[in-house]
């Protein structure tokens, strides 16, 4: 099957031997880890939980140390704790986290001053630098993604551990031969080992498509990014591909729409496969759909269009009777100058300050909560409409 946003890998034989490689080296996580998160999962597709779900845009490697890790661990676990309170249920937290290295792209090529070289692809595939050897993608970074993976999934669950709180990790499934080889057989079916759940993106979820095809043969929970483009029928289709047993914490679907889309789209989405009996999830992209570029090249993200998408995601569940299943959210625990507004407000004059993303810009942490207090107030609403 056509498998789209791959890299263009230059030594075939060297990609084979590192995937066999990739294929003999331990599993990041077990697969009664996987089975636990999809009855978590379970509770949300009943209403009787939230999903709070963040992290880089795009791993990198040299951002895999444990003050960074802990930052995050700690931003995600303060969210958790307000929008807790106020959903009145308990939060299911997924960090996009330990394994978080490959993003798709726009173009396969990026050209400055004349000189084209590849797209960046994440550290899974190549490097950030524009130098020809930096952009060539190297096969020998799949297992350098496994080794920092492990190193951040111990010291993620040495954290979780110490603060007594469910931790979950999550990636986008992008780049198959990494996807593929971390995938193991059980006497109940294959898992993905790399990770507790992963989705499938915008880009990628072409029903006849190889993205496809491959999360619908791993017993992992799962999700799909659906955007404003998405119609009922491409919903309906992706929940019987992906779902044919209509198992309440198999499915999730992330509405990415946009603040400008999210309320005209969502509603006969969301109508149409309740209709056909999904117990489907349904979570709130409020980033990708509002992203820019300012004045001096910046990619950025106004905090408070991003809460007006939010805003709109819970008003159509309102309308609706359904379920608003959570977040997922591009957010850091440093005090970065990505994003605009905020308590602490970050300025057009303050993006180039600290603009330390490796792909899209990122809520900093005091954002991150401002964004949490809003979440709260949602959910609070929310129980109240439904007394």
Request: hydrophobic share 40%.
């Amino acid at each position: 099957m056509p498998a789209a946003q791959q890299p263009q890998w230059p030594d075939a034989e060297a990609l084979a031997e590192a995937a066999a490689h990739l294929g003999r080296t331990p599993s990041l996580v077990l697969p009664q880890e996987c089975d636990t998160l999809r009855d978590r999962l379970a509770a949300v597709a009943r209403g009787e939980a939230v999903i709070l779900q963040g992290g880089d845009c795009a791993e990198t490697f040299d951002g895999a140390g444990e003050q960074q890790v802990d930052a995050k661990f700690r931003t995600l676990n303060q969210m958790a704790a307000v929008i807790a309170e106020a959903a009145v249920a308990p939060v299911v937290t997924i960090g996009r986290m330990a394994g978080q290295y490959a993003k798709p792209r726009s173009g396969t090529h990026e050209t400055r001053d004349g000189v084209t070289l590849p797209a960046y692809r994440g550290d899974l595939v190549n490097g950030s630098v524009f130098t020809a050897g930096s952009r060539t993608p190297q096969p020998d970074r799949l297992a350098r993604a496994h080794r920092v993976s492990a190193t951040t999934l111990n010291l993620l669950r040495a954290l979780a551990a110490r603060s007594r709180t469910e931790f979950w990790t999550s990636h986008e499934a992008l780049v198959l031969e990494y996807e593929r080889a971390l995938t193991r057989g059980t006497p109940a079916g294959p898992y993905n080992l790399s990770a507790h759940t992963v989705w499938v993106g915008e880009r990628t979820r072409q029903l006849g498509g190889a993205h496809i095809d491959y999360v619908a043969r791993i017993r992992n929970p799962i999700a799909v990014k659906v955007g404003p483009t998405t119609t009922p029928d491409d919903a309906l289709a992706l929940v019987d591909r992906l779902d044919p047993d209509r198992e309440p914490g198999r499915l999730t679907f992330v509405a990415r729409m946009g603040a400008d889309a999210v309320r005209d789209v969502l509603p006969d989405l969301v109508t149409k496969v309740s209709a056909a009996g999904s117990p489907v999830i349904w979570v709130c992209d409020p980033m990708h759909g509002n992203t820019f570029v300012a004045d001096g090249g910046f990619k950025t993200r106004r905090l408070d269009v991003i809460v007006d998408e939010l805003r709109g995601f819970f008003e159509v569940h309102r309308a609706l009777g359904t379920h608003p299943g959570g977040v997922h959210t591009e957010l850091t625990g440093e005090h970065v100058t990505e994003c605009l507004g905020g308590t602490y407000p970050v300025t057009p004059t303050d993006l180039p300050t600290r603009y330390e993303t490796a792909c899209d810009p990122r809520l900093n942490r005091s954002q991150s909560l401002d964004l949490a207090w809003e979440l709260a107030d949602l959910y609070a609403e929310y129980q109240l409409s439904r007394r």
